[in-house]
């Protein structure tokens, strides 16, 4: 029962957070001399415009608690296009990162 619901919860959150218009295909931390960023591609899935986008991580300590975030903004991404994003941390310690939600408006 406990895996059942577990399984579920996994999924229910997945959808909570995600906009299905746009996919973030890959991502990964990179550093540079000026310090940590998150890089990766994200892709309009849908058959319209995205006028203004947000994807959003969150920054976690070796312990597991959650220490900051990293944001970034993309605009007039087309259908099918991808989009290259560079999210900024809100602190330059960090362990391990995770995706939170994407924002369309």
Do not use: C
């Not at 990179?30 to 947000?54: C, F, H, M, P, W």
């Amino acid at each position: 029962m406990r895996v059942f619901l577990a399984s579920i919860l996994l999924i229910f959150s997945g959808y909570l957070f995600a906009d299905n218009r746009l996919q973030v295909d890959t991502f990964e931390v990179k550093t540079y001399a000026d310090g940590k960023v998150v890089e990766g591609i994200a892709r309009n899935t849908s058959s319209q415009n995205l006028g203004s986008v947000y994807v959003k991580f969150k920054l976690y300590d070796s312990g597991g608690a959650v220490v900051g975030t990293a944001i970034d903004n993309g605009s007039n991404i087309g259908p099918g296009e991808k989009w290259k994003f560079s999210a900024i941390p809100d602190t330059p310690s960090f362990s391990k990162v995770q995706f939170s939600e994407v924002t369309i408006y």
